[in-house]
Each structure stands twice: as C-alpha cells, then as structure tokens.
C-alpha cells in the first residue's frame, strides 16, 4: 500500500545482508533470533531461526535461544551479542558497563554500530508485525487473567473485598 515504505524496508534488508557488514553473520543472526523471541514474533522468530541456520548457527543454539543465559551452547562473544540484544530490546536499550564492555572485548565499534542499528530494526519489525496483526499465528495473546478470587482474597477470605 506504500510504494516508498515498502522501498525503505527493502533497502533496509540489503544492509544487513551486505558482504561489506563488519558484524558477522552468525553473531547478526542471534541476536535476530533472540528478538524474534524476545518481542514473541514467530514470524520474526520462524524466519531467523532459518537464516541462523544458513549463516552457520548450529541447532543447540537455535533451540536454547529462550534460555541462552543458562546454556553451554554460546561462545563468549555470542554471549556478549545476545546480552546487547537483550538490553535492547528488552530493556529499552539500557546496557550496563559491564555488557558493553563485554561485547566490546569481541566487537569494533563499527561492528557494534552496525549489530544495534540491526538489532534494533528487527525490533521495529517483531513489534509491527504483532501491532498489525501481521503474525503468521494471528492470534489474541495467550496471557490472560482466569477468573476467580484474587491470591490475597484466597489466602485470607475474611478480608475486605478490594475496591
């Protein structure tokens, strides 16, 4: 419906899919993977966890990417990668010292440029695909409140109803 939105998206794939990227490939992909999963996209999730496999991430990595922090399966640089994509997207992009130092112990800083700037794009894309219903399982979110009394009123009936 948008000739030139639809112009800027695509040049925004041939950036991060360019041989001239100083981030590696399999390190850009993680963190893609992990932002799928992170912002709950299965269409971003689905379709990273693809082209991680096509960029060398091996499977152990794929399937344990929900929990990383506690898998064997990383490297330390891809532990830095997926710890600034968790600042990003999950935090708002507030990295402490120590992720940042961490991740600049395996990355230039153009590398970083670029690793963020693509990172955040992803985002970008997980969010609006969830926002415009875009998702390959458009569903309602699977987050809902049961009916029924509250823990507090539960643990003590005598209490006063809560207004």
């Known amino acids: 419906q948008s000739p030139e939105l639809m112009e800027h998206c695509v040049s925004g794939f041939a950036f991060y899919r360019s041989e001239a990227r100083e981030v590696p490939a399999d390190l850009r992909e993680l963190a893609q993977l992990r932002t799928g ?25 794929i399937a344990s990417i929900e929990a990383w922090q506690v898998s064997d399966a990383y490297t330390p640089a891809e532990r830095a990668v997926l710890a600034w994509t968790d600042a990003l997207v999950l ?28 990172t955040c794009w992803y985002d970008l894309h997980a969010v ?36």
């Open 37 to 61: 999963w992170a912002r709950a996209s299965r269409f971003v999730f689905s379709q990273h966890c693809k082209a991680a496999r096509d960029n060398g991430v091996d499977e152990e990595k």
């Open 91 to 118: 935090q708002g992009g507030r990295a402490d010292d120590a992720t940042f130092a961490a991740l600049r112990s395996h990355l230039s800083e153009l590398a970083i440029l670029e690793l963020t700037y693509i």
């Open 128 to 163: 609006m695909s969830r926002a415009l219903r875009l998702e390959l399982d458009d569903v309602d979110d699977p987050i809902t409140e049961l009916t029924g009394p509250g823990i507090a009123r539960s643990l003590h009936p005598d209490a006063e109803p809560e207004s």
